[in-house]
């Protein structure tokens, strides 16, 4: 199994709402990721779990919540977000930790803010 | 010092051509430098990576070049396919964070 399942597929949301965005992978990966990606852009780095211990927070606004509970899953708690938060949200892990390998990727969530 | 830069924004070749996107990197701590495709609506997929101690790596129809004095790596798409229709993005990373840090992209139309 060398996937990274991301729920929902879609979400479209109200700028009073919350929401989470999930994912999942079963490959034994040690590091987790969400990415931002905006339209016609590459993808752009928010967070990076390893050892589920937050390592990297890009200066994401804090209505952004990530939470690793175990070492298969990711949230993303999202609160409040504005309409420009609408994008691709990607999901991805790495098998030894945040360290410089082969990184798989969910199909993303496309998330828009009403 | 931690961008990317890819060329070019966009390409067309006809079927059967090579495909050639190019890349160059400041940060000489980059140590892992992949390309990912990407078609519409889906994540990001891994089709070949490089690291500096390597200048080239072939794969099926795809090469990675890498010339590490001038910091520059390149992907090469022999016998282009209309399938291979996608945006391609490099990317680089360093040491002990797994961050990737993407070109801007080029979207590859290939004619039949």
């Known amino acids: 199994d060398t996937e990274v399942t991301q729920t929902p597929k879609h979400l479209v949301m109200g700028m009073t709402n919350k929401k989470s965005l999930k994912c999942e992978q079963h490959?034994?990966?040690?590091?987790m990721y969400w990415y931002k990606q905006k339209a016609k852009k590459p993808p752009e780095l928010m967070f990076v779990?390893?050892?589920?211990?937050?390592?990297i927070n890009e200066s994401v606004p804090s209505r952004f919540s990530p939470e690793c509970p175990n070492s298969s899953l990711l949230n993303l708690h999202l609160h409040a977000l504005q309409p420009e938060d609408s994008a691709l949200y990607l999901c991805a892990s790495t098998l030894q930790g945040a360290v410089s390998t082969e990184a798989f990727f969910g199909q993303g969530t496309r998330l828009t803010v009403v | 010092q931690q961008q990317v830069k890819q060329s070019p924004q966009s390409l067309i070749v006809q079927k059967g051509g090579i495909s050639i996107i190019n890349c160059a990197y400041e940060?000489?701590?980059?140590?892992?430098f992949p390309w990912y495709q990407q078609f519409p609506g889906k994540g990001p997929a891994l089709l070949i990576a490089i690291r500096p101690d390597v200048s080239e790596k072939k794969e099926g129809r795809f090469t990675i070049s890498f010339n590490k004095s001038a910091k520059q790596f390149s992907l090469h798409i022999m016998d282009s396919q209309p399938g291979d229709s996608a945006t391609y993005f490099c990317a680089a990373s360093m040491g002990n964070t797994g961050k990737l840090i993407f070109g801007q992209g080029t979207t590859l139309q290939v004619k039949p």
């Open positions: 490959m034994g990966h040690r590091a």
């Open positions: 940060n000489t701590a980059f140590d892992y």
């Open positions: 779990y390893s050892y589920e211990k937050l390592s």
